[in-house]
């Protein structure tokens, strides 16, 4: 068991070492030219990626709300009833595409997380997303699928392992937030709050 869990490890450091750290660096600016704007960031994924991508929005926006930052950042697998009735309706693989020029418009910014990059709901959403030019990011693993050629930031984790893909999609995210605490923090001379640090390092309830 131990050799088993040094080696699933080193195969996420060995991962994340070959990242193209520029990728990341572009997909942190690209939200920060959102923060405070009426634009809006969307992130897209299906099973274990569209679970990573609703963790991902509900941790932006408690962070960038106790910082006292406007950010709207919205997971679109979190409506359960339009997406059952827009693939019930209409068909599964148009549930992104769909929203995009009505809900998505061209100075939001589309993320999206998916292991292998063909996800045929989310190729569809990136087809009609380049053509009215809203800027799109993917968190891609395997070979980055169809999904690396049409975004205009692909963040290509090199791996054939759908679970490392996907603990990866969090790493980078859990980064760019502690990058955005660090930054704002140092600016504004104040952490998140005296309150959040006495419950997650004194484990006080008050």
Sequence with gaps: MEDEFVSYTSKIK??????????????????????????????????????????????????????????NIICESDN???LTAASNDIDFSEVYSTIVGIKISKGDLIIYFSGSGNSINLVKSAQKAKKIAVKQVAILGYNGGRLKELVDIPVHVNINDMEIAEDIQLIIFHFIKQKFCKEFSNKNKKLISNKYDKRVIEDIVS
Excluded at 14 to 35: G, P, S, V
Excluded at 40 to 64: C, E, P
Aim: aromatic fraction near 8%; hydrophobic fraction near 35%.
């Design 80 to 82: 359960s009833c339009y």
């Design 14 to 71: 060995k991962a994340l070492d070959n990242i193209e750290k520029r990728k990341i660096d572009a997909l942190y600016q690209e939200i920060k030219k959102r923060i405070d704007t009426k634009y809006s960031i969307h992130l897209i994924g299906n099973g274990g990626s569209a679970a990573n991508a609703s963790h991902i929005a509900g941790d932006f926006s408690k962070t960038f709300t106790m910082l006292g930052l406007k950010l």
